[in-house]
């Protein structure tokens, strides 16, 4: 019976089973598993029944030219599935998440993405000596340990092979690898490229155990390339080039040979723990690159050969948190960018004699014991909490905000042809005991707040005091305004609370009528 028509007193209902019967024609069973085929019967369109038995070997039939997408996805009762001859092609996902163990595509000229993805179990994979990509997602997350890329596969696209199991990997010389191909396998641990490669954005990220690379072969590196693996370059030639991160936080780099800096990028370094000895050719380039080396904590010796004399400037953070102590600047560079230093245990820098600007944090929580500064534009918090800086001087330079603040052992400085005192400069330099403010014009709010000066001279040259320039000196016995401008202008709280601990405050007849102002 192919058709039913059923009938009521308002309509006639008609029900067509003649494509259920038709469905039922086109199947297949193999060792207690039914297929559903095409209408040609050439292809597997999917599982329609599975085996209630674990089957060893799925054998599939001759005359099956093609494994539809997703025709096995989820199937876990069975392990190696053989193809017959006549299978040339998988679709999409067709063993995607399958229990499938082996498999022989030897045959197969087309793969679908992720047609073995997630397999678990896969262990074997033979490759067609025809097959020309293999693609995207195709054996990622599979239990993959090993296999040979034939050399005719001209392309491995992206995440092909993420998350496998692979311990070794051979690339052949005109193959192109796609982002992320190998990103993710763990267990990797050795990689060959028989011909000159270009390395892709996260290609071998966070394989976590890959330690042997011929990198002689390799001309381009991109992001992330070789970040959080065991590689150790040793020498970054002349021609490669290194894109960001592409070798941040691997642990086993020591020593580093940079040939031209001109092809690094920022990060590409960050966070190698156990590097501790870096050579850098400039070669042309104008800037170290932002964070170059930064987090870089065992990083001891930075010679830089600026051959070209072309070096201008350091970027943001290229040295932070590195264990540098000493270190030459060379003569072009006129910037050195946002905290480059900041937070290492640099004692000793020399600095160019030519004029040059130090941005923001700089130095800060350097272990710096003295500075010298000549012409320098210094930026906001540069040298701040260099608590083992003792002596500072400073000679036509431009300050700003919070400059010493908390340079806790800070004793000597000296001030030349300095007009301006920003916020905060000594904030909080609990040493410091004295200082000679000739030729400063402007003394700004919380400038030597917190500080252990004993006496307060304030020259004729300073034009004016701001709120809370001098707040809690508690040390202070003695200020004398006897010699300063009398048109000063001298701010409400200038010296607030500082009432409590002088003992002696000399100033001009006329200002004396002021004084319950300068102490409010």
């Given at each position: 019976?192919?058709?039913?028509?059923?009938?009521?007193?308002?309509?006639?209902?008609?029900?067509?089973?003649?494509?259920?019967?038709?469905?039922?024609?086109?199947?297949?069973?193999?060792?207690?598993?039914?297929?559903?085929?095409?209408?040609?019967?050439?292809?597997?369109?999917?599982?329609?029944?599975?085996?209630?038995?674990?089957?060893?070997?799925?054998?599939?039939?001759?005359?099956?030219?093609?494994?539809?997408?997703?025709?096995?996805?989820?199937?876990?009762?069975?392990?190696?599935?053989?193809?017959?001859?006549?299978?040339?092609?998988?679709?999409?996902?067709?063993?995607?998440?399958?229990?499938?163990?082996?498999?022989?595509?030897?045959?197969?000229?087309?793969?679908?993405?992720?047609?073995?993805?997630?397999?678990?179990?896969?262990?074997?994979?033979?490759?067609?000596?025809?097959?020309?990509?293999?693609?995207?997602?195709?054996?990622?997350?599979?239990?993959?340990?090993?296999?040979?890329?034939?050399?005719?596969?001209?392309?491995?696209?992206?995440?092909?092979?993420?998350?496998?199991?692979?311990?070794?990997?051979?690339?052949?010389?005109?193959?192109?690898?796609?982002?992320?191909?190998?990103?993710?396998?763990?267990?990797?641990?050795?990689?060959?490229?028989?011909?000159?490669?270009?390395?892709?954005?996260?290609?071998?990220?966070?394989?976590?155990?890959?330690?042997?690379?011929?990198?002689?072969?390799?001309?381009?590196?991109?992001?992330?390339?070789?970040?959080?693996?065991?590689?150790?370059?040793?020498?970054?030639?002349?021609?490669?080039?290194?894109?960001?991160?592409?070798?941040?936080?691997?642990?086993?780099?020591?020593?580093?040979?940079?040939?031209?800096?001109?092809?690094?990028?920022?990060?590409?370094?960050?966070?190698?723990?156990?590097?501790?000895?870096?050579?850098?050719?400039?070669?042309?380039?104008?800037?170290?690159?932002?964070?170059?080396?930064?987090?870089?904590?065992?990083?001891?010796?930075?010679?830089?050969?600026?051959?070209?004399?072309?070096l201008v400037s350091i970027g943001d953070e290229a040295f932070r948190k590195t264990n540098i102590i000493d270190i030459i600047i060379p003569d072009n560079v006129k910037r050195i960018g946002s905290n480059a230093f900041a937070d290492s245990r640099l004692q000793y820098?020399?600095?160019?004699?030519?004029?040059?600007?130090?941005?923001?944090?700089?130095?800060?929580?350097?272990?710096?014991?003295?500075?010298?500064?000549?012409?320098?534009?210094?930026?906001?918090?540069?040298?701040?909490?260099?608590?083992?800086?003792?002596?500072?001087?400073?000679?036509?330079?431009?300050?700003?905000?919070?400059?010493?603040?908390?340079?806790?052992?800070?004793?000597?400085?000296?001030?030349?042809?300095?007009?301006?005192?920003?916020?905060?400069?000594?904030?909080?330099?609990?040493?410091?005991?004295?200082?000679?403010?000739?030729?400063?014009?402007?003394?700004?709010?919380?400038?030597?707040?917190?500080?252990?000066?004993?006496?307060?001279?304030?020259?004729?040259?300073?034009?004016?005091?701001?709120?809370?320039?001098?707040?809690?000196?508690?040390?202070?016995?003695?200020?004398?305004?006897?010699?300063?401008?009398?048109?000063?202008?001298?701010?409400?709280?200038?010296?607030?609370?500082?009432?409590?601990?002088?003992?002696?405050?000399?100033?001009?007849?006329?200002?004396?009528?002021?004084?319950?102002?300068?102490?409010?």
């Amino acid at each position: 019976i192919m058709k039913v028509i059923l009938t009521n007193n308002q309509e006639q209902k008609t029900i067509d089973y003649s494509s259920l019967v038709k469905e039922e024609r086109k199947t297949m069973e193999v060792n207690g598993f039914v297929f559903l085929l095409s209408e040609d019967k050439t292809t597997i369109v999917r599982v329609k029944r599975e085996s209630t038995e674990y089957v060893d070997s799925l054998i599939i039939p001759e005359g099956i030219k093609t494994i539809g997408k997703s025709a096995f996805f989820y199937c876990n009762n069975f392990g190696e599935v053989v193809l017959p001859k006549s299978c040339t092609s998988i679709d999409d996902c067709a063993f995607s998440s399958s229990s499938l163990s082996s498999i022989d595509l030897s045959n197969v000229l087309t793969i679908g993405r992720a047609a073995f993805s997630n397999c678990k179990r896969l262990e074997q994979v033979v490759f067609s000596k025809h097959l020309s990509t293999i693609p995207i997602k195709c054996f990622s997350y599979s239990a993959l340990e090993y296999f040979k890329i034939p050399e005719s596969v001209r392309v491995i696209e992206q995440e092909a092979f993420n998350s496998c199991q692979l311990k070794y990997i051979c690339i052949p010389k005109n193959t192109k690898i796609k982002k992320k191909a190998f990103c993710g396998c763990n267990l990797l641990e050795s990689v060959l490229f028989d011909g000159k490669t270009i390395v892709p954005d996260e290609c071998f990220c966070r394989c976590q155990t890959l330690s042997r690379v011929n990198f002689n072969n390799v001309t381009s590196i991109g992001h992330d390339g070789f970040s959080f693996t065991e590689v150790d370059p040793k020498i970054i030639s002349k021609d490669m080039f290194v894109d960001k991160r592409a070798f941040a936080d691997c642990p086993n780099i020591k020593y580093l040979d940079i040939g031209n800096l001109s092809n690094i990028c920022e990060h590409a370094f960050e966070n190698c723990t156990q590097l501790e000895e870096v050579t850098i050719v400039t070669d042309g380039a104008k800037y170290v690159p932002a964070y170059l080396f930064s987090g870089c904590v065992n990083l001891l010796k930075v010679d830089i050969i600026d051959n070209t004399e072309t070096l201008v400037s350091i970027g943001d953070e290229a040295f932070r948190k590195t264990n540098i102590i000493d270190i030459i600047i060379p003569d072009n560079v006129k910037r050195i960018g946002s905290n480059a230093f900041a937070d290492s245990r640099l004692q000793y820098i020399k600095l160019p004699e030519n004029s040059i600007k130090i941005d923001t944090g700089c130095f800060r929580n350097c272990r710096l014991e003295q500075i010298s500064l000549s012409k320098v534009k210094i930026g906001m918090n540069a040298f701040r909490d260099c608590k083992q800086l003792t002596t500072v001087s400073v000679d036509n330079c431009s300050l700003s905000t919070g400059v010493f603040q908390n340079c806790k052992d800070l004793r000597r400085v000296s001030l030349c042809d300095t007009n301006i005192i920003p916020m905060d400069t000594f904030n909080g330099c609990k040493e410091l005991k004295n200082i000679d403010l000739s030729g400063v014009k402007v003394i700004c709010s919380y400038a030597f707040a917190n500080t252990g000066l004993t006496s307060i001279t304030i020259p004729k040259s300073v034009e004016a005091i701001h709120d809370h320039a001098f707040l809690k000196c508690n040390d202070v016995r003695k200020i004398n305004l006897s010699g300063c401008n009398l048109d000063i202008d001298i701010e409400d709280s200038g010296f607030k609370y500082m009432d409590m601990c002088c003992e002696e405050f000399i100033c001009p007849e006329n200002f004396a009528k002021k004084l319950h102002y300068f102490f409010a």
